[in-house]
Structure formats: C-alpha cells, structure tokens
C-alpha cells in the first residue's frame, strides 16, 4: 500500500464543535464545499474518507497550510482577552499595519478568483498615499500548478483627497515581470526567462505534406488504401496460405515416414550384424534364400511407397510454383484498375502551400492568445455583474433656486487608474512593457476612452502595439488597435523536405489592425505580411517539388501573405491566407503534372513488383524450403537402398553357398548316372546276343520241321502221268 499523502490535520477524527470551526475557517467557498464531501459522520465524529484520488490530495495539502496560517483568527473564547487587548491593538496597529494588509487582501483576492493567493511584503504609506508589493501570484483554479498570472514589484500612487469624497482614484500603477499561466513553485522575485508550456519560435514552415511529396511514398499510400480491391495481394495471401499448409503438411508426412525407416532399419539391424550360417543341405540354402528374398522385397515395398510419397511430392510442388505464372497476368488487371484512380489535381485543385502553414502558425499562435484571454473572461464578467448588482440609484441633485456652487468639481467615477506601466512577459509571447491610461468604473463620467500602447523587444518578436477601447454607449467604435513589426529574422530550421529544402532563413515584416467584428460578438484580426531576403540551403534533389524550386524559388527574393482572421467567444471561427508565392508555384508545377501519370503508372508498376518480390512465394525461400523438403525424401531412399543392399549382399552370399552344394551334388548324380549307364548297355548287349542265338536256334528248328513236313507231304501225294 502506498504512503498516505493526506494532510495531517485533516487525517484527524473531529469533534462536531471543532469540526464546524474547521469549516469556519475555511473562505473559499468551492473549497469548504469540498472538504464537507470528503468528511462523514462515524461514532460521533467527523472522519475523511479513504481512498482520495491523487487530484484531491493536492489540492487539500495547499489547503491545510492556508487553515494553519488562519488559527489565528478571532473565535468566541479569545472574545473577551481580544477585548482587554483592543487598546494595545490600536497602539500598535501602525506597526502591524502591512501584515494585516497583506491578509486582508489575500482574502480578497481569494474570494474573487476561488484560488490560493500569495502577497509578498505589502507596504502602505497613508500620508504619502503610496502602497507597494514586492510580489503577487494567484493560482489558476482549473491548474493547481499553474498560476492565472503573477507579478514581481508592484506601486501604486494613491489620491488621498479623492478618498475623502468615496472615490478611489489610482493616479500611477506600475507593475514589473507580468506573467500568464507561469509555474505555481516559481519564484515571482526572481523573473528569468523560461520556456512556457508550447512555446515555439516565432515561424516554423515544416511539415508541408502534398501529392507532390515521395511519389514512391504515395504510390504505397494508394497499394495501402486499395489493398482489399487488388487481386495480385489476394492471391499472393492465398499462395502463401497454400504454401504454408504444404510446408506444414509435408513436413509431417516426410517426418512421419522418417521414423517408420527409422524402426525398418533398427528391425534389421540384428540381421545385418549376424554371420551367415554354413548351409549343409539344398533344403537349408532354399529356406534361406526364401527368407532374405522374403527381407529385400519387404525393403523394397517400403521404398516403392517412398518413391510414390516423393512422386506426390513433386506434383503438388509443381502445381504450387505455378502460381507464379499466374501473378504475372493479375499484376496486368490491378495496374489497370489503379491507374484510373492515379488521378492527378488540375492546377485550380492543387494546395496552397505557403498560404497553408502561414495558416497553421497564426491558428497556433492566436490559439494561445485566445487561450489566456479566456481565463481571464469569467473574472471580467464576474466583477461586471458585481458593478451593477451594487451599482446606486441616480440621485437627481435638486438646488434651491439663485443657490450657485462657486467651485463645482466635474462628476468623477467611483473607481479610476489614470496610468498603468506594465512589463513582463515569457519566451513564447516576448518580453513587453505597456502603458494604459483611462481605466476607469464608470466610462460615461472620463472623457477618454482607455488608450494602450506596447511594445515587444525579444529575439522572437519586435512589435509595437497603439489602441483604444471606448466602453460608452455613444461610443462609434468599441475598440481598434493597430501593430507594426519590422524586420524579425526567422528559420524553418527543419527545413522544407517536400521541396527539397534543408533550411531556409528569412526576415519578416508585418502590418496589421484588430477591430470588432461586424454585426457579431468578436474580432478581426487582418495581416499584411512581407517575407525577404530569402535565403535557402538545398538538399536532395529526388522529389518532384525540387524541380519547382531550381526553376521558381532561386528567383524569389520577397514575397506577400495576407491574412484576416475572424475571432468569437467560441474560438477562431476562420483564418484566410493568401500568398502570391503559392500561385508562381502552383502555375510551375502544372507545367510539371502534365508527364507525371505516366511517370505514375511506371512507378507504380515498381513499387507493386517489389511488394511482390519481398513476399515469401515470389522469393528464393520458397526453392529452399522445397528443395529441403525434397532432399528429406531423398535421404530416406537412400537409408533404404543402403539397407536394400546390405540385405541383397547377404541374399547373395547364400545363394552361393547353394549353387557351390548344388553344383556338388550335380557332379555326383552324373557320375552315377553314367555307371548305371555302362551297366545298362551291357545288359543290353547280352541280351541281343542271347537273343540273336535263341532266333537262329529257331529259325534252324523251324527249317527242319518245314523240311521234315515236305517230305511227308511228298510221298504221300501222287500225281497223274508220273
């Protein structure tokens, strides 16, 4: 928790009795109502309420110090030691006289602004009719820290003989180091210059922007503007929307894939370490030849889906890096379309660039001034409504007839400051001093109106100021003023970019006059200005204004602005500039605008090109996020092939073992087959020779039998003639 800032005299629990002598002892009005909000009634005693903004803190801890200062103030139980002591206050009220100035006149000025009030060293000479004061300040109500105003030593030459007739006459006031708006903590008898709050030099023309500035610049500002109308950004979004869930998708697919040829060689592992058994039969090598054929095409499934995986690969990336045909015809459509939006101004259109910024100086500048006088309007209309509140009856003096006033005096007003001489000011509005005569309660009863005249003398601002305000009712004019400023040297330090300009350097004199503004509640302000003896320091010559300014610029060596300003009670209503200057550049640069739409629509065409090639798809990321993705695929064929050889090898070796035992058994089945042969055709010879006897001991035995049966035949078969 933080440190409770809260006073400490408010931090106490108050006693009904005491805490209404609290109050009492509190004259601001605003500020009494305030602290009564903060309080509450807790187990018959008043107590302030925690958790108060760091707002109210502040304000209470000014408050506290001015409750302090005021315990002196009489209350009922001092009544009667304050009766006893009345005679020695009389004694010495002479010597104690300024302090109870001093105070008195703090509760004054309190009362009138709502705001604390400093008076230094208040002195009073009622013989001499002089009262001094070394310093006042009073706080701005709506800025705690800031001060309404403040002055250094203050006198004032009193008419004593006109108090005697209830007028208060003021026949000298001087006033040093006037300030508006200076720090509360400030010293006011010590007045040195400080920069105010937003004080600037006196003209700064930086900060020109036009459709002349960075043409490049421009041609991005309308890329930006018509981004959801260009087809080439859509699509390059898309591409890099497709190429992203590629990229994504891939990489998971290849990993996946990795780590199943991961397992596939851990598997095989074992095997590839392990020596190949002696095969000592054709049934064994057959078997392991099966076994290892039964490996490799296991090996080579895995590798036909890798292949088809990187196959799928490659078309999906080719279909993808043939977006970049594609852009190429949507580049075409979205130049077409922006060139008929790069619409260059004709030269009536085209902006005015000095009249402008002069127009954002005095905006900035009498900005301020309206500012202050602002502050001070509601005390002004305040103490007017007080005049006529307590303004008297008139009283028509009746004289008894042939009754003369041998010595009639004129009827003066109640209240009058024949002279004022003030003097102060700051760094942002210039050091002063000035002179008013006529003030006065009751305008119709002084012949004169209020007369003014001023003069600034800084390193800003050299001017001198003459005027009146006539506050009759008869009165033709309420107020005019005219004001004269030579010679005052100015720098855009920051130079002009749009032109080129690094710096420029230049003396400016202005006339100019303020009066009402017609037939409403406000001012004019109207301003002859005479910019010289121009000097400018040149920079790049890259923008198109630089061309304006070799041809234009260098012959300038003075130019004219004039301005009127409208002013209201609401603000500046209305500035209007006119410069000569802007019409020679405008009448240059229309000469210039007649190439620019083609020199547009090349510059456009680079600048979206470059929008496209900066991108990730028209980039070489693109080739080296494929190539990375395509070289995984690869190196996990290869792990396989390395595996599938390993295997093969192994396959191989086998195989030899068997035929080397199948060869073996061959030459042994040959050389019995040819045993078996030899046996074979011997028994066949055998048997044909056996055979061959057993037919000719047929053949013999059947020729003796035919033989034998002719002869029966013979004898017993007789012929005829025989």
Sequence with gaps: MGKNKTPKLFRKKFKLKKWKKLLKQIHIPSDRKMVEELFEL???RMVIQEDISKEIQKKLKPLAKSIKKNKGMVTKWKGIILLVLTGLILIFTFFFKNMLIEKGLEMSLEKIFQADVDVITPRFSLFKGEFSIQGISVQDKDSPEKNLFETGPTSLSINIPELTRNRFRIETMILEDFQMNSSRESDILEVTPTESEGSKPMVNLTGLTDMTDDPTGQIKALIEEQKENLKTLHFIDSAERDLDEFTAKWETEFKDSREEIEEFISKYSNIRQQSLPRITNLEEGKDLITEYEGYY???????DEIVALQKKFQQEKERLLDYKSEIEGLIQEDLAYLEGLLVLPGRNEMKDFVSDKIKEILMQRFQGYYDKAMKIMPYYEQYKENQEENAPAKVETKRLSGRTVLFPSPDSPKFLIETIDLSGGDDYSGYFSMNITGISSEPEKWPDPVRLS??????????????????????????HFTFDSP??????????PE??????????SYLGSSYPLPEEKGIVVSLDMDFSEIEIQKG?????????????????????????LHITEKGIQSIDVKSDLDN????????????LPQQGVEELETVLRDMIRENLLASDKVNETLDNLNIDSLEQLNSLDDLKNQIKAVEDQAKGQTEALLKEYEDQARAEAAKLQAEADQKKKEAEAAAEAEKKKAEAEAEAKAKAEAEKLKDSIKIPGF
């Excluded at 095409?297 to 590798?303: A, P």
């Excluded at 010679?487 to 855009?492: E, L, M, Q, V």
């Design 487 to 496: 010679d005052n040297p100015i720098s855009w330090i920051d130079g002009i």
């Design 454 to 479: 001023s003069q600034w003398d800084s390193d800003n601002l050299d001017m001198s100021l003459q005027g009146f305000i006539d506050l009759k009712e008869s009165a033709q004019e309420l107020f």
């Design 584 to 595: 020679i550049l405008k009448s240059r640069l229309g000469e210039l605008l007649k190439d």
């Design 499 to 508: 032109l080129a300009v690094e710096s420029t350097h230049a003396q400016l």
């Design 540 to 564: 790049d010559q890259d923008a198109i204004m630089a061309k304006v300014l070799d041809e234009t610029i260098q012959e300038i060596q003075e130019f004219i602005v004039t301005a009127e």
């Design 297 to 303: 095409d296991e090996i080579q499934n895995k590798r």
């Design 42 to 44: 807790q187990n018959d």
